[in-house]
Every structure is written in structure tokens, then in C-alpha cells.
């Protein structure tokens, strides 16, 4: 057996419209990173069939994402995010769902804010699942004028599976700066 690398969360980015904004404007910021390593790893076509024969056929993934505004005493902003995904591992002779290269019985469907979503391949099921987009929009005044520094912050948690040992993953992004006129 292979020793599997440690599960992490990648660099988060955040994403912003521009660098200035007005008081009365709205600010959007977009936060991105994935999970990598081990458990991302270990989520195979191979592991989904193991576990639905032990009768092991979801997997949360629980999460947080934290947007503040830098200093000391840190100030959130927007509404943080705390939900989870699902992985639910299905059999099926649904011909839509033939994959030309062999004759595949198991499935994974992700819900990603309740919304389900079957992937084709082992990579876009893994895309799908452990890559990660959460949008935070809030208000310039919120902030106050003048310069402001915001980071993110991320978490992920599961439980134990045939192929993962239970576990979690933090991560805090670089800071990024907008100003406020």
C-alpha cells in the first residue's frame, strides 16, 4: 500500500472587480482553492467501487469560508459560509451514462448546494467535488474610506471512508488591498 500525502487546502486566491470603490458601491470578492493530496488522491473509480460494496456510498465533505478584513482584531465581512458537499456513489446500467471506454456500473454524484451533478470521468468527479468557488459580496461602507487589507480563511473536515482516515484541512490566503473614496 502506498502512504498516501497529506490532504490540504491549495493557495486560496480571492478575486476582486477592481482596486477602488466608492462608499456607496457594493464589493464582490470571489474565493477560490481546492483540496489536494490524499483524499483527493484516494477518490477513484477503483475506492467508489470498494466502498459501495462495504455499503459505503456518500461522503461529505463539511466546509467554511471566512472573508475579514486584516488587522489584529479581525473584522468579517459578508456572510460566512459554512455547508458541505455531497458525494453519493451509485450503480446504474443508465445508457446515457456509458462510458465508451469500459463497462462502468458505479457513479458519483456531487451535490453542491443541493445541486446534483454527475461527471463523466474520475477528474471532473474530483473537479466537481474538491474544488471550490464561494462568492462574498458586501457593502464599501461596511469598510469605511481609506485602504483595507482582506484575506480568507478556509476549512474542510470528513469523516472516515474505506479509502481516507477521517480528517481536516486549513488554509489562510495572502491578503489583497482595496480603498475606499
Known amino acids: 500500500m502506498s502512504i498516501m500525502s497529506e490532504t490540504q487546502i491549495s493557495a486560496i486566491t480571492l478575486e476582486k472587480e477592481k482596486n477602488e470603490f466608492s462608499g456607496d458601491e457594493n464589493i464582490t470578492i470571489n474565493v477560490r482553492f481546492s483540496l489536494t493530496g490524499g483524499l483527493r488522491d484516494a477518490f477513484t473509480e477503483k475506492n467508489w467501487t470498494q466502498a459501495y460494496n462495504e455499503n459505503d456510498n456518500t461522503m461529505k465533505l463539511k466546509y467554511g469560508v471566512k472573508l475579514a ?10 456572510k460566512t459560509i ?3 458537499r455531497k458525494a453519493s456513489i451509485f450503480w446504474t446500467r443508465n445508457p446515457k451514462l456509458v462510458n465508451p471506454m469500459k463497462d462502468r ?3 458519483v454524484q456531487v451535490a453542491k448546494n443541493f445541486e446534483p451533478f454527475v461527471a463523466l470521468t474520475e ?5 466537481e467535488f474538491f474544488d471550490f468557488e464561494e462568492k462574498f459580496t458586501f457593502k464599501a461602507s461596511e469598510l ?6 482582506i484575506s480568507a480563511e478556509a476549512f474542510v473536515s470528513w469523516e472516515t471512508h474505506p479509502y481516507i482516515k477521517k480528517g481536516d484541512a486549513k488554509n489562510q490566503s495572502n491578503e489583497i488591498e482595496i480603498s475606499i473614496n
Do not use: A, F, Q
Not at 69 to 78: S, V
Not at 123 to 127: A, G, H
Not at 144 to 149: E, I, M, P, R, Y
Open 69 to 78: 478584513k486584516g488587522g489584529i482584531r479581525k473584522h468579517e465581512l459578508g
Open 82 to 84: 459554512d455547508t458541505y
Open 105 to 107: 456500473k458505479i457513479w
Open 123 to 127: 477528474e471532473d468527479v474530483r473537479k
Open 144 to 149: 469605511g474610506t481609506g485602504n483595507h487589507k
